[in-house]
């Protein structure tokens, strides 16, 4: 079998048409058709692709990325309005508690069948002490909300996990007071 000219980009050798049935520049033939640009071809094109949708050094990439899950991550750090903590606005988010007993609510989960974690930090105020009270939907180790940290600007950090449209959501306490 005989050989085209040497790929100028990869040094890849492209075999003639008509190689023997069984060798590989047959298989390879069938696979990527008979140009004389063949892999440089595809990969090429490939490669531009690619390149514009992400940058191969600095630049910034925006907008959701879609797993193979259907889950997404946003880069945002969303101090929480109020005590809601709105699933669509990002996976990273935090809050100051004010002093007292309050209550946290969840809002515009992902569709179900899609999967999201969303990561908390939860910082107590001046005073310390303020206690929190989840949505029966959150589900935490041995059925118990975990015992925050109480001292003054002492912080939490909490992952929530969904894929059933928020009927179900999995809490973790991750860290307490880290130093």
């Known amino acids: 079998m005989t050989v085209q000219d040497p790929s100028t980009n990869y040094g890849w050798l492209l075999p ?4 023997d049935g069984g060798s590989w520049g047959a298989m390879l033939r069938t696979i990527i ?8 071809f595809e990969l090429n ?13 600095g630049g910034i990439f925006t907008g959701d990325v879609e ?22 606005l990002g996976n990273f988010h935090s809050k100051t508690l004010a002093n007292g007993a309050q209550s946290i609510t969840f ?12 990561t908390l930090g939860l910082i107590q105020g001046a005073a310390g002490n303020s206690t929190v009270t989840w949505p029966a939907s959150v589900q935490w ?7 925050l940290s109480v001292t003054a600007a002492g912080v939490d950090v909490l992952v929530f996990f969904t894929r059933d ?5 999995i809490g973790a306490h991750s860290i307490t007071d880290p130093s």
């Open 141 to 147: 180790q041995d059925g118990i909300a975990p015992t």
């Open 33 to 40: 058709g008979d140009d004389a640009a063949g892999i440089d």
């Open 16 to 19: 003639d048409v008509g190689g």
């Open 107 to 118: 809002a515009n989960y992902p569709a179900s069948g899609k999967v999201q974690f969303i």
């Open 45 to 57: 094109a490939v490669s531009v692709i690619a390149s514009a949708a992400m940058p191969k050094a």
């Open 165 to 169: 449209g928020g009927t179900t959501v």
């Open 67 to 88: 797993y193979a899950a259907g889950s997404r991550l946003l880069e945002d750090d969303t101090a929480m309005a109020a005590l809601e903590l709105d699933w669509a």
